[in-house]
């Protein structure tokens, strides 16, 4: 069974840089496309940045210039590297990752609080 787990979540200051982790472990073969989606408090589950096993990357508007997503196939894990962080930034960040065969898995979040 696939588990995802994200790490890297905490409380930072506006303008401070965060990196976020997502490891997924029992899989067999190569995941297809891996995806960070966060959820502020009160609004719908949104999609932050994405990449396909062949590097192909796209962003959300509102994080497009300050965060970077990248991946590590043989390891399978995922990054977020949040730079310029900003208030609106808060929210629970998840991990997805879905595989060849259309299944989609899903980590239990980490919190990202910006806040001075």
């Known amino acids: 069974q696939v588990k995802l787990v994200e790490s890297g979540g905490g409380l930072v200051q506006p303008g401070g840089s965060l990196r976020l982790s997502c490891t997924a472990s029992?899989?067999?073969?190569?995941?297809?496309?891996m995806v960070w989606y966060r959820q502020a408090p009160g609004k719908e589950r949104e999609g932050v940045a994405g990449?396909?096993?062949?590097?192909?990357?796209n962003y959300a508007e509102s994080v497009k210039g300050r965060f970077t997503v990248s991946r590590d196939n043989d390891q399978n894990r995922m990054y977020l590297q949040m730079n310029n962080l900003k208030p609106e930034d808060t929210a629970v960040y998840y991990c997805q990752a879905v595989s060849w065969e259309g299944r989609d898995y899903w980590g239990q979040g980490t919190q990202v609080t910006v806040s001075s």
């Open positions: 990449i396909t096993s062949n590097g192909k990357m």
């Open positions: 029992g899989v067999i073969g190569s995941l297809n496309v």
